[in-house]
């Protein structure tokens, strides 16, 4: 008598997986058409998006152009408290005069100062940038991040070093020998 229900079972599971097969082979041949659809709307119309705006092109002549000695200074070590400075130049290399209309430094212990007044072409200016180590230790790399009318229009200069702590060299780690 078991044997009797077997066929039935095998019959009633074919025919539920003969009908996932069509419902899938429907979504397959729903998805196909709509990348049809779409690839015939891009090929077709190229439209711009609505929220694109139009960029018009630079004009090289209305730019600046930083032309820099250096562009990353290692003051080296130091100790910590100690406050270094250090002078970016620049040359105007742009065919414009160059205005720096923002310097902004990475973090509060890090003070910008720079030439305010537009840069003519072949002419040249600086970024004076101070670091103070009070309370910091270990290696240490500010930046400042200069926005000028350039291209591109940021420019980042960079300091690097290690600041030494005054209680390092009193500090015993480990254990001590007798």
Request: a positive charge; aromatic letters at 6%.
């Amino acid at each position: 008598m078991k044997y009797l229900f077997l066929p039935a079972i095998f019959l009633a599971g074919s025919l539920f997986v003969s009908s996932c097969e069509t419902k899938n082979k429907e979504k397959i041949a729903e998805l196909e058409q709509k990348i049809a659809k779409l690839e015939e709307d891009q090929n077709s119309a190229m439209a711009k998006p609505s929220n694109v705006q139009s960029v018009a092109k630079i004009d090289p002549s209305t730019l600046g152009s930083f032309k820099f000695d250096e562009m990353e200074h290692d003051f080296g070590t130091i100790n910590q408290g100690k406050v270094v400075e250090h002078i970016f130049k620049f040359k105007n290399d742009g065919k414009s005069p160059l205005v720096i209309s923002n310097i902004q430094a990475s973090c509060g212990c890090t003070t910008p100062d720079w030439t305010k007044e537009p840069i003519k072409p072949g002419e040249e200016g600086h970024v004076k940038v101070s670091f103070n180590s009070a309370g910091k230790a270990g290696a240490q790399s500010p930046t400042v991040t200069i926005t000028a009318n350039t291209s591109p229009s940021v420019t980042r200069l960079k300091l690097k070093g290690t600041v030494n702590t005054n209680t390092t060299a009193s500090k015993t780690v480990g254990p001590v020998k007798k």
